[in-house]
């Protein structure tokens, strides 16, 4: 899987992500730590300040885990990771980033549900 860069794109309803022992420099996710979603889910969208250079990224969820490879070029702001279509599960992502020659990591949760069906 391809890691996408795009510091073009701001995040519509930014979600806070706790800080952790270092100070966190994700500073909103899409889907949003402690959310819940409705199925499906294609991409998950990162944001941090200041700019990081993402060196792993894991989502863990119902089949298991889902490492992802990740090919930043430099610093961006803005991730864009694309997935494969997330169905109904307790979901954990996991990442490894560093921005100003310091290392950062984190780990942030969210659930999606089962989509409705157009009759209910």
Do not use: K
């Amino acid at each position: 899987m391809l890691v996408c860069g795009c510091a073009a794109q701001q995040l519509a309803a930014p979600s806070r992500v706790a800080p952790d022992a270092q100070g966190s420099i994700l500073t909103s996710s899409d889907p949003a730590a402690n959310s819940t979603v409705r199925a499906p889910v294609d991409a998950l969208r990162l944001h941090f300040n200041p700019p990081a250079r993402l060196l792993e990224l894991s989502v863990d969820g119902p089949d298991g885990a889902m490492p992802t490879m990740v090919h930043a070029v430099g610093e961006a702001s803005d991730y864009s990771i694309p997935l494969s279509d997330l169905g109904p599960g307790a979901y954990t992502v996991s990442w490894r980033a560093t921005a100003q020659q310091r290392d950062y990591r984190g780990t942030f949760a969210f659930t999606v549900r089962q989509r409705m069906s157009a009759g209910r």
